[in-house]
């Protein structure tokens, strides 16, 4: 058996300075790092390694995911310390789950190494709070695209909670997951916002409305990755919000 663990390492929402000692660590020490897509190239330049890239985007040609099993566990047997890099935190919509039962049936060790995912940090960064004792006792992480022969989420279920709804990956369903909402007895006038790029330079971020959300987004041009934040904190964000870094530049 390999003497080190695979280590399955959260990079972040995107600013290198959001990741933690313990993945810094292990992204320098790495031999090899299978890296995703949306990985901000301010985290990649911290590798010292061999960098390979092994990105799934949805709508775009992807690396097959038993591919990065196999090349994961190979990297591993042959002795060097790997990295499976993956933005956020590796199981909040990461596969992290998948690809731990992979390495463990192939008879290796894994470490997880927790990374902030975008769902509270996006949000965060245009001054939402995913929960507020003053609107809402609780926030729900959920995908807007769950995958080829996937159940779509219950929206009405999900709507009956009174919960913040923080939607991953549902800026091209937009409509259509507004339409559900709204079906679901949700006020067209509940606070919505969208959060694009979150902690990297191309951040950007709309308030509006849950029944304007869809024309909002064709609107500013918000493109994924990106999140949908429903419910009424998302009237608390600010206006004029800028990425981390670029706050203290100012």
Same mark, same amino acid.
């Given at each position: $058996?390999?003497?080190?663990?695979?280590?399955?390492?959260?990079?972040?929402?995107?600013?290198?300075?959001?990741?933690?000692?313990?993945?810094?660590?292990?992204?320098?020490?790495?031999?090899?790092?299978?890296?995703?897509?949306?990985?901000?190239?301010?985290?990649?330049?911290?590798?010292?390694?061999?960098?390979?890239?092994?990105?799934? @985007?949805?709508?775009?040609? !992807?690396?097959?995911?038993?591919?990065?099993?196999?090349? $994961?566990?190979?990297?591993?047997?042959?002795?060097?310390?790997?990295?499976?890099?993956?933005?956020?935190?590796?199981?909040?919509?990461?596969?992290? /789950?998948?690809?731990?039962?992979?390495? @463990?049936?192939?008879?290796?060790?894994?470490?997880?190494?927790?990374?902030?995912?975008?769902?509270?940090? /996006?949000?965060?960064?245009?001054?939402?709070?995913?929960?507020?004792?003053? &609107? !809402?006792?609780?926030?729900?992480?959920?995908?807007?695209?769950?995958?080829?022969?996937? &159940?779509?989420?219950?929206?009405?279920?999900? &709507?009956?909670? /009174?919960?913040?709804?923080?939607?991953?990956?549902?800026?091209? @369903? &937009?409509?259509?997951?507004?339409?559900?909402?709204?079906?679901?007895?949700?006020?067209?006038?509940?606070?919505?916002?969208?959060? !694009?790029?979150?902690?990297?330079?191309?951040?950007?971020?709309?308030?509006?409305?849950?029944?304007?959300?869809?024309?909002?987004?064709?609107?500013?041009?918000?493109?994924?990755?990106?999140?949908?934040?429903?419910?009424?904190?998302?009237? $608390?964000?600010?206006?004029?919000?800028?990425?981390? /870094?670029?706050?203290?530049?100012?």
């Amino acid at each position: $058996m390999n003497a080190h663990p695979v280590y399955l390492v959260g990079a972040g929402p995107g600013d290198p300075e959001l990741l933690t000692v313990r993945a810094l660590k292990r992204i320098e020490a790495a031999d090899v790092v299978l890296a995703d897509d949306l990985i901000d190239p301010r985290v990649l330049a911290l590798v010292k390694g061999r960098l390979l890239r092994v990105g799934k @985007r949805g709508g775009c040609i !992807s690396t097959d995911q038993h591919f990065i099993h196999a090349l $994961m566990i190979r990297e591993a047997r042959a002795g060097h310390r790997v990295v499976r890099l993956k933005g956020g935190d590796p199981f909040v919509f990461g596969r992290g /789950g998948e690809e731990v039962d992979a390495l @463990r049936e192939a008879g290796l060790d894994v470490e997880v190494v927790s990374g902030l995912t975008s769902g509270i940090a /996006g949000p965060a960064a245009v001054g939402i709070p995913v929960t507020d004792r003053r &609107a !809402s006792p609780g926030v729900i992480l959920v995908t807007g695209h769950p995958g080829e022969g996937r &159940a779509e989420p219950d929206w009405a279920a999900l &709507a009956r909670t /009174g919960l913040t709804l923080v939607i991953y990956m549902g800026v091209a @369903r &937009a409509a259509d997951i507004t339409s559900q909402l709204l079906a679901a007895g949700l006020r067209a006038d509940l606070p919505a916002a969208v959060v !694009s790029a979150a902690h990297t330079a191309r951040q950007r971020h709309a308030v509006t409305t849950l029944t304007g959300l869809p024309d909002c987004i064709e609107r500013e041009g918000l493109q994924s990755p990106a999140l949908l934040v429903v419910g009424e904190v998302a009237a $608390m964000a600010a206006l004029d919000a800028l990425p981390l /870094g670029r706050q203290q530049a100012g």
